[in-house]
């Protein structure tokens, strides 16, 4: 078959599969993961009000204590020291992780990595922000059965009802934690990209995002490579994608890792081969995992500091 009958094949496939998974949507319904009226617009959407650039870098710093307080106490054992969490708004306790006992080299050298920028990325948006920097909020990183991690599993389909998603237990598990996070920490960064009226914030916001994607696309290939001998590895990704997708709005554009065609599907792309952004109000109905217009829940059990804090209608 002709290079380009192959790329048709998989272009169709991912239309058909995209359908699939509208219809799967529709199915799923209320059992979403449980709520962003934006304080603007990342991907087009009506603006109502209008937020600074710190404010826009105060909403992706609460995004980065989320990420660099899961990665680290997965590598460590321990969070984030006190010294880099002060700032305006109250500042709230991390329900703990715990160390992995990672039996992949691989994976554990991938944490490693991702946990030191992560933290790298919270002490640069603190200090380009200076004393406008928001303290870190409540953040639920646990493994209890009514916690964040065990409430989307439960959602997405991998749990039961009364069970826990431990996302330390295991190499795999840890990946799929990561999954959760990762795609929609570009996605965030993709749909801030055009607001930001100052060009310094701009490159900067860049640079983080290419390294949010890099990192996508380490914790997407290592599950896809996984998967090849763990089939229900892949499946999971789609049943998390399925559930994010329930949550941010009514289109259809996030996708796991199931192959389209006789490709893989490690990067998530539009029919164009481009990348989705996301409103802040898509990314907090993920992270408060409510498909509703609500100011707190699921991995910030109190809500995020700065301006931006209240979820869409879906």
Do not use: C, W
């Amino acid at each position: 078959m002709a290079d380009q009958e192959v790329m048709l094949e998989a272009l169709e496939s991912r239309a058909k599969r995209r359908e699939d998974r509208r219809a799967f949507v529709r199915t799923l319904g209320a059992y979403a993961l449980g709520g962003v009226a934006a304080a603007a617009s990342f991907s087009g959407r009506a603006v109502a009000q209008t937020v600074s650039d710190a404010d826009i870098l105060n909403f992706a710093l609460n995004l980065e204590y989320l990420e660099a307080q899961f990665y680290t106490y997965a590598v460590t054992g321990a969070g984030l020291p006190n010294s880099s969490l002060s700032g305006t708004g109250t500042q709230g306790a991390v329900t703990p992780g715990k160390q992995v006992t990672f039996t992949d080299p691989v994976v554990a050298q991938y944490a490693k990595e991702i946990a030191q920028d992560e933290a790298a990325h919270v002490a640069f948006l603190r200090r380009a922000l200076g004393t406008a920097a928001v303290a870190q909020p409540a953040i639920d990183i646990g493994t209890d059965p009514n916690g964040a991690f065990s409430t989307a599993a439960r959602a997405a389909g991998l749990i039961g009802a009364g069970q826990s998603f431990d996302p330390y237990a295991s190499d795999e598990n840890f990946l799929l934690g990561a999954f959760i996070f990762e795609d929609v920490g570009v996605t965030a960064y993709k749909g801030a990209a055009p607001l930001l009226a100052n060009k310094t914030y701009t490159e900067a916001a860049a640079g983080i995002l290419a390294v949010e994607a890099y990192h996508a696309s380490l914790v997407r290939t290592t599950l896809y490579r996984k998967g090849i001998q763990t089939p229900s590895l892949i499946d999971a990704t789609e049943k998390i994608s399925n559930a994010r997708d329930t949550l941010d709005n009514a289109t259809d554009d996030d996708q796991g890792i199931a192959p389209i065609g006789n490709a893989s599907n490690i990067v998530p792309l539009d029919a164009n081969g481009l990348a989705y952004g996301r409103t802040t109000g898509d990314v907090l109905n993920i992270v408060y995992l409510n498909s509703g217009a609500v100011s707190k829940g699921g991995f910030f059990p109190n809500g995020v500091n700065g301006a931006i804090t209240m979820s869409s209608a879906g």
